[in-house]
């Protein structure tokens, strides 16, 4: 076993531990564990590459944990659709219809950026923006949320082992089928990593303030 299948393996298991954290914390909230936004581009960039990774790569490590993570992501979009409503003041009929309409526009984006660029680059910038931006959706939904609502330091953490070992592949190490070493992967792995470490200490330290107040 090579270290990159090594940092995949790990990368793919940290997600699929943000993913069933995500669903578990959804059901039990009744309230979605991901930000929609990110959640979208998520889902979208799995439903895309799923299918082109196996027919481009076969039966590689990342195809099994991309069909995978859309498995778990239909399930995080449920809770999305069912507990979404009541935290927005619009109607269910327009919740519903800007929801699907911004999926679809998150595939076309999808199409369009593999189209641009091919698969591998495609699925390797597309998926590491869509990390800083869910990052920082993270943040920004532990400042919106009086509690832990739909968070927790599982994900947190799970969320931030899921990360690291991309941009260590991609960015450190180089990958062959990834076209070597890409430094921009790097940099914004970097930030990811502050943005993941800051999500961690924010959690945690709220939950050692509720903890305090019971």
Not at 154 to 177: D, E, R, V
Request: aromatic fraction near 16%.
């Amino acid at each position: 076993m090579t270290t990159n299948t090594i940092l995949l393996s790990i990368c793919g298991l940290g997600w699929i531990m943000t993913y069933i954290e995500a669903l578990r914390l959804g059901h039990r909230d009744k309230s979605y564990g991901i930000p929609f936004i990110a959640l979208g581009l998520n889902f979208t960039w799995e439903l895309y590459y799923t299918l082109p990774g196996y027919f481009e790569f076969g039966t590689h490590v990342s195809t099994y944990f991309n069909a995978f993570w859309l498995l778990l992501d239909c399930g995080i979009l449920y809770t999305y659709f069912t507990y979404g409503p009541k935290e927005v003041t619009t109607s269910k009929r327009t919740f519903y219809l800007q929801a699907i309409l911004y999926l679809i526009g998150c595939l076309i984006l999808q199409h369009f950026v593999f189209q641009w660029v091919g698969i591998v680059l495609g699925a390797l910038y597309m998926g590491f923006l869509q990390c800083i931006l869910m990052s920082i959706l993270f943040i920004r939904m532990y400042y919106r949320r009086p509690g832990l609502q739909g968070q927790s330091l599982i994900l947190a953490i799970a969320k931030f082992i899921g990360t690291l070992p991309l941009t260590i592949m991609f960015g450190i190490l180089g990958s062959k089928t990834g076209g070597g070493v890409h430094e921009p992967v790097l940099y914004i792995g970097s930030v990811i990593f502050i943005l993941d470490v800051t999500y961690i200490y924010l959690v945690a330290k709220r939950m050692m303030r509720l903890k305090e107040a019971r």
